[in-house]
């Protein structure tokens, strides 16, 4: 695509130079912005009234495209007014303006007339100036972490997002803009939607393959019944037993109020629980625990030990186990993670391994408490109890090296992957930013379209 003919200074360092002919304009002066309203809890969950009343989690990921209209929860327009909700209409462009969910700079475009809760703020666009679509992606360039209030909670109000300046073209240009990146981000999301998937199935085949070389123990030994509905038939030599006998004690972690960034050398942090998703450590997986609270030494995690999820939004990630092959200093368990200590006859990386084969993840999610779309959990009493076999510490440390081996081939895969998803992110912001800037004049391409 080539560039425009010609361009001039916007007078604003992060739009740059623009096209000649757009202008540079403040927020405030192309729409409105209004914050969302309280939603007591027992007007939530009725779900047959003519506007949605939505959430943060309702602008999650998964919502690509761009245009959410439906929501968990409904009100009637008499109930909107008692409450003081603003009705944003059709087309207005919403977003979380506090907590952790303000730092991932998702929006979204109203597709019907709805209302918002007070975690959110939406921007009604003036007709007479822009486009709804055309700022819904325009706004994709703006990254709230430059201009959220300082504090341990994020937040945003209207003065600070307000003034930010956008360059905006000519009508006509703001719709061939719009049509075109709804065509190229589709396309983009499309092929990251594809590597998710195959992200999916490598997991899949990785843990059938662990699962087949821990319960089918080294070859050519005579097999029995197992006498539980979990294990099938194992190892005649290999001991079935609870957990309770395979581990000297499970312990839990601390989360105190720690900062949404990684640790410098030399300072502490609590790890979350995400740090053993899908049976591998990972140490990225970690917030700054501030230099007013004082570190718990007890709770430092170190090589060789074994963590499991407790708790997660999704019952498939709770009871996700990791051995810790190394460790950066001063990380500690958060109370969403267990370490299980083994008893002597047990190797960890064995332990970890046997606790992420399918038997024992029918187990677990057969224990997972918790009402769907909440807090998901175990308890250390359901882990106890789970069935696990045992051979000897001899063989435990064969099977985990040949487990490994074949598990190390699989997240190298899933690893390559996620490199390209990042990549076709990447291009996607990039694309995005092309675009909305003027970097590109995308006009001769959807007249061809």
């Given at each position: 695509?080539k560039p425009y003919a010609s361009y001039k200074p916007s007078g604003v360092a992060w739009l740059?130079?623009?096209?000649?002919?757009?202008?540079?304009?403040?927020?405030?002066?192309?729409?409105?912005?209004?914050?969302?309203?309280?939603?007591?809890?027992?007007?939530?969950?009725?779900?047959?009234?003519?506007?949605?009343?939505?959430?943060?989690?309702?602008?999650?990921?998964?919502?690509?495209?761009?245009?959410?209209?439906?929501?968990?929860?409904?009100?009637?327009?008499?109930?909107?007014?008692?409450?003081?909700?603003?009705?944003?209409?059709?087309?207005?462009?919403?977003?979380?303006?506090?907590?952790?969910?303000?730092?991932?700079?998702?929006?979204?475009?109203?597709?019907?007339?709805?209302?918002?809760?007070?975690?959110?703020?939406?921007?009604?666009?003036?007709?007479?100036?822009?486009?709804?679509?055309?700022?819904?992606?325009?706004?994709?360039?703006?990254?709230?972490?430059?201009?959220?209030?300082?504090?341990?909670?994020?937040?945003?109000?209207?003065?600070?997002?307000?003034?930010?300046?956008?360059?905006?073209?000519?009508?006509?240009?703001?719709?061939?803009?719009?049509?075109?990146?709804?065509?190229?981000?589709?396309?983009?999301?499309?092929?990251?939607?594809?590597?998710?998937?195959?992200?999916?199935?490598?997991?899949?085949?990785?843990?059938?393959?662990?699962?087949?070389?821990?319960?089918?123990?080294?070859?050519?030994?005579?097999?029995?019944?197992?006498?539980?509905?979990?294990?099938?038939?194992?190892?005649?030599?290999?001991?079935?037993?609870?957990?309770?006998?395979?581990?000297?004690?499970?312990?839990?972690?601390?989360?105190?109020?720690?900062?949404?960034?990684?640790?410098?050398?030399?300072?502490?942090?609590?790890?979350?629980?995400?740090?053993?998703?899908?049976?591998?450590?990972?140490?990225?997986?970690?917030?700054?625990?501030?230099?007013?609270?004082?570190?718990?030494?007890?709770?430092?995690?170190?090589?060789?030990?074994?963590?499991?999820?407790?708790?997660?939004?999704?019952?498939?990630?709770?009871?996700?186990?990791?051995?810790?092959?190394?460790?950066?200093?001063?990380?500690?368990?958060?109370?969403?993670?267990?370490?299980?200590?083994?008893?002597?006859?047990?190797?960890?990386?064995?332990?970890?391994?046997?606790?992420?084969?399918?038997?024992?993840?029918?187990?677990?999610?057969?224990?997972?408490?918790?009402?769907?779309?909440?807090?998901?959990?175990?308890?250390?009493?359901?882990?106890?109890?789970?069935?696990?076999?045992?051979?000897?510490?001899?063989?435990?440390?064969?099977?985990?090296?040949?487990?490994?081996?074949?598990?190390?081939?699989?997240?190298?895969?899933?690893?390559?992957?996620?490199?390209?998803?990042?990549?076709?992110?990447?291009?996607?912001?990039?694309?995005?930013?092309?675009?909305?800037?003027?970097?590109?004049?995308?006009?001769?391409?959807?007249?061809?379209?």
């Open positions: 695509m740059g130079d623009v096209p000649s002919h757009w202008a540079s304009k403040r927020l405030k002066h192309i729409g409105q912005f209004r914050a969302g309203a309280g939603f007591p809890i027992e007007e939530q969950g009725q779900p047959d009234n003519p506007l949605p009343f939505f959430k943060v989690k309702d602008i999650d990921g998964s919502n690509q495209g761009g245009v959410i209209t439906t929501a968990d929860s409904t009100v009637s327009i008499e109930t909107a007014n008692r409450l003081g909700a603003k009705i944003f209409p059709k087309n207005s462009i919403v977003f979380a303006k506090v907590g952790a969910a303000l730092l991932l700079n998702r929006f979204r475009l109203l597709g019907v007339d709805a209302c918002v809760d007070n975690n959110m703020m939406g921007y009604m666009i003036n007709a007479d100036e822009a486009f709804s679509e055309f700022m819904y992606w325009a706004m994709q360039r703006i990254n709230f972490s430059e201009i959220v209030n300082p504090g341990t909670v994020p937040s945003l109000n209207e003065p600070l997002i307000s003034n930010l300046f956008m360059a905006i073209p000519p009508p006509d240009e703001q719709q061939a803009i719009a049509d075109y990146l709804d065509t190229e981000t589709a396309r983009i999301d499309t092929l990251v939607q594809e590597k998710e998937e195959l992200i999916g199935l490598l997991r899949e085949a990785k843990l059938s393959t662990v699962s087949s070389i821990l319960l089918g123990g080294l070859v050519g030994e005579i097999k029995k019944p197992s006498n539980t509905k979990w294990l099938g038939d194992v190892p005649a030599s290999w001991v079935v037993c609870r957990v309770k006998h395979a581990v000297m004690r499970i312990e839990q972690g601390w989360s105190p109020e720690c900062e949404n960034r990684l640790c410098a050398p030399g300072e502490w942090g609590v790890l979350k629980a995400g740090a053993c998703n899908h049976g591998r450590f990972n140490q990225a997986e970690h917030k700054f625990l501030p230099a007013t609270l004082n570190p718990i030494p007890e709770y430092e995690v170190f090589a060789g030990d074994v963590l499991m999820s407790r708790a997660s939004g999704s019952a498939d990630l709770v009871g996700s186990v990791a051995f810790v092959d190394e460790v950066q200093p001063h990380l500690m368990l958060s109370d969403k993670l267990f370490r299980l200590v083994p008893e002597e006859h047990v190797d960890g990386r064995y332990l970890a391994w046997a606790l992420n084969t399918d038997a024992q993840r029918r187990q677990i999610l057969n224990c997972v408490r918790g009402a769907e779309g909440l807090a998901r959990n175990i308890t250390t009493t359901d882990i106890k109890q789970l069935w696990i076999a045992l051979p000897t510490l001899d063989e435990q440390k064969q099977l985990a090296v040949e487990a490994n081996k074949v598990a190390s081939g699989f997240d190298a895969l899933i690893t390559h992957t996620q490199e390209e998803i990042a990549l076709l992110k990447e291009l996607r912001a990039a694309t995005i930013a092309d675009a909305v800037l003027g970097r590109v004049d995308v006009r001769s391409l959807t007249q061809k379209q």
